[in-house]
Each structure stands twice: as C-alpha cells, then as structure tokens.
Nanobody, 123 residues
Framework: VQLQASGGGSVQAGASLRLSCAARTRAVSNNAMGWFRQAPGKEREFVSGVSWRGDSTTYADSVKGRFTISRDNAKNTVYLQMNMLKPEDTAVYYC?????????????????WGQGTQVTVSS
C-alpha cells in the first residue's frame, strides 16, 4: 500500500490545517488508519486513529478537543482536521494503515506508512 499525505504547511498559533492521506494500490476500507507525528530529536508519537468504518476514534491527550480524524472509504482517504494549533504541534505528520480493523495507539499496530508532511506552528 502506498500512502500519499498532503496538507501540511507553516501557520501561526491558533490556526487550522487539514491533512489528507490517500491510499494507493489497494483499498484499505477494512483497516484502521491513524496519524502519528515526529518532532526533531523525539520519537514518533501517536496522534489519532480511526476504525475501519469510521465509527470509533481515539486521540492522544495532547490533541483531544482540537483535532478530529475522519475517513472516506469511497476515496480510500483519511483526514486529520487540526484546529487551535500550538507551537508544540510542530512535527512531521505520518499517516498509517493499521494491522487490524480497530485503531491501536502505538507504532507496532500499523503496517504501512506514508512519507510524512511537515507541520510548522509559530508563536
């Protein structure tokens, strides 16, 4: 599975961005999908995950209430709406396809990874 992420950019604190990630080469409608991020010098961390039908979502505490994950299985695409961005949200954001139908919150729960998209939030 090839994943193409887009939507990153440089914004000021308080702004919004919407990330998209399209899965190519095969459908992923039976798999959970997730978003992770990695800041310089830090480990990759879980941000959010969504179940195969989109009816179950999970978030890291640091983004709860600000970020919303969703998916469109007809388009093989997962989204991450990011509102009220903070400088500490600055990172490369990666989308991933889960190994099962329900989203885990760790790297090992995901099998395929996109190339990442940079999000930079200035104060």
């Amino acid at each position: 599975v090839q994943l193409q992420a887009s939507g990153g950019g440089s914004v000021q604190a308080g702004a919004s961005l919407r990330l998209s990630c399209a899965a190519r080469t095969r459908a992923v409608s039976n798999n959970a999908m997730g978003w992770f991020r990695q800041a310089p010098g830090k480990e990759r961390e879980f941000v959010s995950g969504v179940s195969w039908r989109g009816d179950s979502t999970t978030y890291a505490d640091s983004v709860k209430g600000r970020f919303t994950i969703s998916r469109d299985n007809a388009k093989n695409t997962v989204y991450l709406q990011m509102n009220m961005l903070k400088p500490e949200d600055t990172a490369v954001y990666y989308c991933a396809v889960g190994r099962s139908s329900y989203a885990g919150n760790n790297v090992a729960s995901y099998a395929y990874w996109g190339q990442g998209t940079q999000v930079t939030v200035s104060s």
